[in-house]
T-cell receptor, first 109, second 116 residues
Framework: RKEVEQDPGPFNVPEGATVAFNCTYS??????FFWYRQDCRKEPKLLMSVYSSGNEDGRFTAQLNRASQYISLLIRDSKLSDSATYLC??????????FGQGTTLQVKP | DADVTQTPRNRITKTGKRIMLECSQTKGHDRMYWYRQDPGLGLRLIYY???????NKGEISDGYSVSRQAQAKFSLSLESAIPNQTALYFC???????????????FGAGSRLTVL
C-alpha cells in the first residue's frame, strides 16, 4: 500500500461547480498535511496547509480526519483557472514529505 | 534570481553515462530534497537532507546518490544512467522551526532528464 494515495481522476467539471478531492495516508504518526497545486509539469506550489480544525482560504476548504486518516480539499465555484493537478503532501513524522500521485482537475466552460 | 535553482534544466544523455543534477538555494533553509516525477506517479522522494551532515534515503534511492556540499547546495548523481531514469527531477527546500508553517516546500523549476 502506498503511504499517500489519491484518486488520479481526471475530474471534469463545469465552471461554477463544487468539487472535492480526498487523500488517504497510511502512517498514523503523520504530523502535518498540505495541498499543492501543479500546472502543466511546472514546479508544485503550496495551495494551503491543512490544520486539525479545518481551514478555509477563499473558495478552498481543507479538512483533516485523523481517525480515518484522510485529508480533503473542497473547491467551490470552480473557475477555468483552477484546472491543474492537485497534490496532497504528508509529513510522515520523520520529516519525510511524501506526495500522493495527484488528482487532475479540468474545469470546462 | 530564483530562490531554488536547478541545473541543467534539460539534459539528454546515453545509457551508462554519469550525470549530476545540481541544486542551490538562497532561502537559508536547512532541509533539502530531491524528487522525481513520472506521468501518473506524482512526485517520489529520492533523497533528503536535514543538514550538511545528515543524508537520508527516500522512497526510491536505488541508482542514485547525493552530496550536500554546503547548506545551500545539494546535488543528485546518477552513476550509470538507465532509460527508466528518464523523468522530471525536482529539488526542494524547507525550513523547519517547529511551527505550523514548518515543512512548506519551495521547489526549483525542475530538470528534465532523458536517458537514451
Amino acid at each position: 500500500r502506498k503511504e499517500v494515495e489519491q484518486d488520479p481522476g481526471p475530474f471534469n467539471v463545469p465552471e461554477g461547480a463544487t468539487v472535492a478531492f480526498n487523500c488517504t495516508y497510511s502512517n498514523s504518526a503523520s504530523q502535518s498535511f498540505f495541498w499543492y497545486r501543479q500546472d502543466c509539469r511546472k514546479e508544485p506550489k503550496l495551495l494551503m496547509s491543512v490544520y486539525s480544525s479545518g481551514n478555509e482560504d477563499g473558495r478552498f476548504t481543507a479538512q483533516l480526519n485523523r481517525a480515518s486518516q484522510y485529508i480533503s480539499l473542497l473547491i467551490r465555484d470552480s473557475k477555468l483557472s483552477d484546472s491543474a493537478t492537485y497534490l496532497c503532501v504528508v509529513n510522515t513524522g520523520t520529516g519525510k514529505l511524501i506526495f500522493g500521485q495527484g488528482t487532475t482537475l479540468q474545469v470546462k466552460p | 534570481d530564483a530562490d531554488v535553482t536547478q541545473t541543467p534544466r534539460n539534459r539528454i544523455t546515453k545509457t551508462g553515462k554519469r550525470i549530476m543534477l545540481e541544486c542551490s538555494q538562497t532561502k537559508g533553509h536547512d532541509r533539502m530534497y530531491w524528487y522525481r516525477q513520472d506521468p501518473g506517479l506524482g512526485l517520489r522522494l529520492i533523497y533528503y537532507s536535514f543538514d550538511v551532515k545528515d543524508i537520508n534515503k527516500g522512497e526510491i534511492s536505488d541508482g542514485y546518490s547525493v552530496s550536500r556540499q554546503a547548506q545551500a547546495k545539494f546535488s543528485l548523481s546518477l552513476e550509470s544512467a538507465i532509460p527508466n531514469q528518464t523523468a522530471l527531477y525536482f529539488c526542494a527546500t524547507s525550513d523547519f522551526k517547529g511551527t505550523s508553517g514548518a515543512n512548506v516546500l519551495t521547489f526549483g523549476a525542475g530538470s528534465r532528464l532523458t536517458v537514451l
